[in-house]
């Protein structure tokens, strides 16, 4: 016996209230129907109907096995439209947030790779520092730097965010280089308004975890900003290392506090719990754990 014919059949009879009508929508004969449902209920060993001459009604048996069978046989049909859409090639509009830093020196740079695999893809990107609402805002998908809070989303774990402490050359040598994380109380820092970074850093170095608070001189919630203030010489900078890389490398800004790393930040991707993730969305979600994983 196919278990599944079997059920489906179950099901349309108990829609149509009889054999003739299952039959027609099942594309069978009205014998095979009954031979369908004479086989499920000595398999399963209880009578599921009632039969008349001209209409079937179910036992109380009977309408408990086809709600059972209603989920069943909806589990089914998803899981057949998923391994259909796992077949599809990505395509339409792809909504992302970011963080501005990351979005700008991180996720930017790499996504002509992701459109050049997925060219029937439009990305839409919007950069912004605030915590927006996936659902409510429409987005496929959001990177979040930090703790994450309690949430129904699914949060796929990416590396943490490496920072990096610098100034300019000019800054450092008028007003000497840090040695210690409680040496910046002495320097002119540089917060980045409105997050964790704009009172207080974190280091790790020498097998100590130090907080440090700081009084920022200047503050703005643009790390963009922040580079060129470092730039201009006002003074020391916390910020993402994409942001920083290219000026460390070419000397515009140099590491302060040797020996000391600024703590990582968590990063994920979040996307909502749908069961039927689209094709472009399971695209973007495998490039982004290869690109940042």
């Known amino acids: 016996m196919d278990r599944l014919a079997a059920m489906e059949v179950f099901a349309k009879v108990a829609e149509t209230g009889s054999f003739v009508g299952a039959a027609d929508a099942a594309g069978i004969s009205a014998a095979m129907v009954g031979k369908h449902i004479r086989q499920l209920e000595e398999h399963l060993g209880v009578r599921l109907m009632n039969r008349t001459t001209r209409r079937q009604s179910l036992t109380d048996a009977g309408r408990d096995f086809l709600e059972r069978t209603r989920i069943v046989l909806a589990e089914v049909e998803a ?6 859409e796992s077949r599809a090639r990505p395509r339409g509009e792809l909504r992302i947030n970011a963080p501005f830093t990351f979005g700008t020196h991180g996720l930017a740079p790499v ?13 839409k990107l919007t950069l912004s520092d605030r915590i927006v609402d996936l659902v409510d805002e429409g987005y496929d998908c959001v990177f979040r730097v ?10 796929r774990k990416l590396r943490p965010l490496q ?8 800054y450092l040598k008028a007003r000497g280089e840090p040695r210690r994380p409680e040496d910046l109380a002495a320097h002119d820092c540089l917060g980045f308004a409105d997050s964790s970074l704009e009172n207080a850093w ?6 100590e975890d130090v907080v440090v608070p700081i009084r920022p001189r200047f503050s703005v919630n643009s790390g963009q900003a922040l580079r060129q203030a470092a730039l201009s010489d006002l003074g020391i900078i916390l910020q993402a290392e994409e942001l920083t890389r290219q000026d460390l490398a070419e000397g515009r800004l140099v590491r302060a506090l040797p020996g000391w790393e600024p703590a990582t930040r968590p990063m994920h991707l979040l996307f909502a719990p749908d069961r039927r993730v689209t094709p472009k969305l399971r695209s973007f ?9």
Do not use: H, Q, W
């Open 202 to 207: 974190r280091f790790v170095g020498d097998g």
């Open 163 to 170: 920072f990096t402490v610098c100034a300019s050359p000019a």
């Open 146 to 155: 930090g703790p994450l809070s309690d949430s129904t989303l699914i949060a």
């Open 79 to 84: 899981a057949e439209a998923l391994a259909a």
């Open 111 to 123: 996504l002509p790779a992701y459109m050049a695999e997925n060219p029937e893809v439009v990305v």
């Open 285 to 293: 979600i495998e490039f982004a754990a290869k690109r940042f994983g």
